[in-house]
């Protein structure tokens, strides 16, 4: 993000790809968990939903440390 110029267009775009990806992710980790039956196939779901969500949450905290910067 350091390479991106801090447009208002930007930020909105920065902000409305951050959430979706969030709460994509939220509802597969919701799904993945509620869906765990112990087989080892509903466990990497589970891994993997939990992962895609930590990294979702990451680039949301990137994002607003980003934008809080940039005001």
């Given amino acids: 993000m350091n390479q991106v110029e801090p447009t208002p267009q930007v930020a909105g775009w920065l902000r409305m790809r951050a959430s979706q990806w969030l709460t ?13 039956d112990g ?5 990497d779901r589970y891994a993997d ?7 979702a ?14 005001r």
């Fill in 49 to 55: 939903a939990r992962s895609e969500l930590d990294s």
């Fill in 57 to 70: 949450e990451a680039w949301a905290l990137r994002v607003s440390e980003f934008l809080a910067h940039v």
């Fill in 24 to 36: 994509t992710a939220q509802k597969d980790f919701n799904a993945a968990l509620f869906a765990r």
């Fill in 39 to 43: 087989s080892e196939a509903s466990f």
